[in-house]
């Protein structure tokens, strides 16, 4: 195979890195890189020349050096689960692997704060920290499976978030290390603080476009000592999305309130799995959690009070092998979706909460008008809905683009936002424009210059030219 | 008065500005301007040549595209209740007054969320939210003074941000106008969204060097319906901050946890306020708020036991006279020992929670060293504490300044900040190199650039040069 000249740029450059860090952290056998030129968000695959296998700091810095030395785009990389395009080398180049820099520093159980490095894997961090009675609450549908990192990266949201917030909520400081080799400690160890410009913030949900991290300084919470699982099934969506309403007006605050439609209830009973009864037309699956076991037993009698005015039924369910069951389900309905159907687009929206009913009923009729199905499940208590549309004849897949299309207007005419919680990546660049003024265009562009002034980190992502 | 050609140029872009808005919004009568010449900062007043009252957007843009045009510097000014310099004009230039924007547009009770306009005092804000059931809960101590805007710019706390968060977490949206006229919408209506950087963190705390608030988007909570009042005395500081690592370490999320040592105790005292009991060496000021009157009564109850292990006495304070008169006291605290001493310079710094018995012993002896009394009252349970320097001989005056000196040191060297909330502007530019890295003071310099390339918005704050 005859290699580009940008390639052999590429390979130079990951040569360089390898007399500085260890010849052993540079993978160039373009069979190694094939994982490393996809994500988790359907988009093509783009090929890195090289991989650099990062297992420190000074790791980081040397290849994002070098790189900006020899004008080679660099993509940062935790463990690939993205939504959006996030970890696709769109330019190619070089691909910075940060899996290797997965230690916990530092747990500090009385000041309930944690530091670790971006490669963890969430799920194996929460249960150190749990195992201290402390609680990270973040929890992304791929929390056995995706780096903390990269939570970072994309702010990462999930079910607990409605009570709980997003992953911006607990980063107090980061180690970061900017392209061209530059690093620096931002933010904070303490609770509060205002010293400069929330640069943490601005680095948060940057999806990797603005700097790497080397380590994450992350508040906790002390672990909720109980917990309640409500699954209450409903006629339609319509009345799942007005239950919702009601649960958020009685100021009883659930750490979860998911909502999955008739269609997700199907997929997933057919699938083999059957935690919900019978055959519903939407559902709602409600958690609520705190520290003392008798309280949140009658919060949960009160929700489930609430709910049951428009529900068909509520259950119970906090035997926890059921509870597991449940979850499970949900989390795996995103690939469940994919595999019932020829054809899925996925997309993750915010709405206004109380508009929640009406908007599931557009969905619904913009994908009968398509030709299509669209099918939501999500977390109703943020207005956070990930809508899918769904067709089997391939000679839809027009169609279906359409329908994605049409779905965002009505998100943004009700005031919502293209991204919830998966970020923009690549999946959503264009689509920027229609929610962002091109005055906000410019000014973001300026600011990703301002971290990044070569453009050569994770070029191609979140902004569009 | 002979007027500086810097003066000229600035009278001669006010009144073009005025010829664009309205000749009425131009303020040049120099004994006009006095009182936007200073903040509550203490530091010394430094006088605008023109002020612009704008009453909209559009105000506030003509003068920002003016100002550019000519090369005039533009200070923002709320009310003028900022602690670090925010709203002098340190360069001179116009003051750009938004008092007048003092709208509620929208309150949306079932959404939870509400649109103001940057001039409107945040008490105001607050009672009409609380008339809605509803909730905003940043309450710093001027918040029967202080405008919202500036609130959002310098990303304020106060008591309640222990349970309940600071500015930033309730900002949800900005229309913003920079440097130039441009203006934007940024952010959301959406509890939550990640759709590009997130330019509305990068603004909320920026001192008023990013861009000016036209309308901010802020999201609100159910009023909780109960809140229970604890003073608890002890013998000591020390005594005092075991006490709130022992609340902190229970699991229990008080609203408030207040302390006040043994001379803010004393000044109260003397100052004829007599809401606490005895002369004790320190206290507590608790509070635990909800929706269920019987939860907060046994939350207090345990709240009340763990104190009593280390108080001397812990009392109920649940009347409400008796709740308004222990505030009074705590807000009036500033002005009361600005009062007692001939010198004082006082500083708000966060430290690890942990560290709060440790440092408060460590700040009364580096003062004992100085000559001069270090004070201290502050949010505890967010390590956020504001720390006066006190003396009463002019001839102590170099000491005071060294012992401030000290005192960061001491904070730094524990993991602290030296700004917990009230923000760096003119009075901590200089000591923001002793807590941030030379490369992360260059990259803030950049994100100004981003934001305002002509260097004009707020000139003089904020990261030193």
Chains 1, 2 share one sequence.
């Not at 450059?13 to 952290?25: L, M, P, Q």
């Not at 750490?255 to 055959?279: M, Q």
Request: aromatic letters at 4%; proline letters at 6%; glycine letters at 12%.
């Amino acid at each position: 195979m005859k290699r580009s000249a940008a390639d052999e740029r590429v390979l130079g450059a990951a040569a360089e890195i390898g007399r500085r860090i260890g010849s052993g952290k540079v993978i160039d056998d373009p069979d190694l890189l094939v994982p490393y030129g996809a994500d988790e968000s359907g988009l093509p695959a783009s090929l890195p020349a090289a991989a650099i296998r990062a297992v420190d700091a000074a790791d980081v810095a040397a290849t994002l050096a070098v790189a900006a030395d020899r004008g080679v785009p660099v993509t940062p990389r935790g463990r690939g689960t993205g939504k959006s395009g996030g970890a696709i080398p769109a330019r190619g180049g070089i691909v910075l692997l940060t899996e290797r820099m997965d230690r916990i520093v530092e747990i500090d159980r009385e000041e309930r704060l944690a530091i670790v490095e971006p490669g963890i894997v969430l799920q194996t961090f929460q249960e150190a920290v749990e195992a201290e009675g402390l609680f990270y609450p973040p929890d992304p549908a791929s929390l056995d499976s995706c780096a903390l990192g990269g939570n970072v990266a994309e702010n990462a949201g999930g079910p607990r978030a409605f009570k709980y917030g997003v992953t911006r909520e607990y980063v107090l400081g980061l180690d970061v290390a900017l392209m061209g080799g530059a690093t620096t400690f931002a933010g904070r160890r303490t609770r509060k603080g205002v010293a400069g410009y929330d640069v943490v913030a601005a680095l948060v949900g940057s999806e990797g476009t603005l700097g790497v991290f080397t380590r994450v300084v992350v508040r906790l919470r002390v672990r909720p000592a109980a917990t309640q699982t409500l699954l209450a099934t409903f006629g339609d969506e319509v009345a799942a999305g007005e239950a919702v309403r009601d649960l958020l007006g009685s100021g009883l605050v659930p750490s979860v309130i998911e909502i999955l439609d008739r269609h997700c209830l199907e997929v997933i009973r057919r699938a083999g799995h059957n935690p919900i009864p019978g055959e519903p037309g939407a559902a709602l699956l409600v958690e609520l959690d705190g520290r003392r076991p008798e309280r949140v037993e009658a919060d949960a009698e009160e929700a489930g009070e609430i709910l049951g005015r428009r529900a068909t039924e509520v259950l119970v369910a906090s035997e926890p092998g059921r509870r597991r069951s449940l979850w499970a389900a949900r989390r795996e309905l995103s690939t469940l979706l994919g595999k019932a159907h020829a054809g899925k687009l996925s997309d993750d929206v915010a709405v206004p909460c109380k508009s929640i009913p009406a908007v599931l009923r557009r969905f619904a009729e913009l994908g009968r008008r398509r030709g299509v199905l669209v099918s939501c499940y999500g977390h109703a208590g943020d207005g956070n809905l990930h809508a899918n549309v769904l067709w089997d004849d391939p000679g839809l897949d027009v169609a279906g683009r359409a329908a994605l299309d049409d779905l965002l207007g009505v998100v943004l005419e009700v005031g919502g936002t293209i991204s919830g919680e998966h970020g923009i990546g690549m999946a959503k660049r264009e689509a920027l424009r229609r929610e962002q003024s091109p005055e906000l265009l410019a000014l973001q562009r300026r600011l990703k210059s301002a971290f990044d002034p070569s453009g050569l980190l994770n070029p191609g992502k979140v902004i569009p030219e």
